[in-house]
């Protein structure tokens, strides 16, 4: 199947800095990635749906200034998160679109102090 | 509004049983399924999928029935092994939404030895 990579896979830093995540489709072009967070025990919540080239659309509730993301390539988006707060604490998940089909990258476990 | 309802939340079965999860739906635009498998710390992993146009779709252990007048659809792992401890979430997308997933809540399953 298809591999979506994610790196890194564990980031710990300080309230008030910014944390960059990709997302890298290894082994296909996926014009269309998606950001989801999951809380402990709880379903996949989409951030925002990233489409290489162009801007991303954020899902009502989420900060677009706060959660910046870039689609630069087919195989590579990216999420940063400005200016990270104890509350941003999470686990962030990428998936990138293959024709019909979405798969996962392995997820990132963001702690902020 | 929770697009995929699913059920039970948890679920233990015991070794050699058959664990059936069942989620449900109001869209009837949805016109794709998948099923999830997540283990702790990692990504989502595609388990299977089905489409409208069959009611029942097979691959190993894992049997995927679908009741489209019922917008229902379930998952069965028969002879359930305490390597399917996961959680579990259906999901269904449709093609014109360039795959955006609606996820069930998500089922916590144990096997017991």
């Known amino acids: 199947g298809a591999v979506v990579s994610q790196h890194p896979s564990r980031v710990i830093c300080k309230s008030g800095t910014s944390v960059k995540i990709e997302c890298r489709s290894l082994?296909?072009?996926?014009?269309?990635m998606f950001w989801y967070r999951q809380f402990p025990k709880q379903s996949l919540m989409l951030m925002a749906t990233?489409?290489?080239?162009?801007?991303?659309?954020?899902e009502q509730g989420v900060e677009k200034d706060k959660f910046l993301i870039n689609h630069a390539s087919l195989t590579l988006s990216t999420l940063t998160v400005t200016s990270a707060h104890p509350e941003d604490s999470s686990f962030y998940i990428c998936?990138?679109?293959?024709?019909?089909?979405?798969?996962f990258g392995p997820g990132t476990r963001l702690t902020v102090l | 509004q929770q697009q995929v309802k699913q059920s039970p939340q948890s679920l233990i079965v015991q070794k050699g049983g058959i664990s059936i999860i069942n989620c449900a739906y109001e869209n009837t635009a949805f016109d794709y399924f998948p099923w999830y498998q997540q283990f702790p710390g990692k990504g989502p992993a595609l388990l299977i999928a089905?489409?409208?146009?069959?009611s029942e779709k097979k691959e190993g252990r894992f049997t995927i029935s679908f009741n489209k007048s019922a917008k229902q659809f379930s998952l069965h792992i028969m002879d359930s092994q305490p390597g399917d401890s996961a959680t579990y979430f259906c999901a269904a997308s449709r093609g014109s939404t360039l795959g955006r997933l609606y996820f069930g809540r998500g089922t916590q399953l144990t096997v017991w030895p």
């Open positions: 990233s489409n290489e080239g162009s801007k991303a659309t954020y």
């Open positions: 082994d296909f072009q996926a014009t269309t």
């Open positions: 998936s990138a679109r293959f024709y019909d089909e979405q798969f």
């Open positions: 089905i489409r409208p146009d069959v």
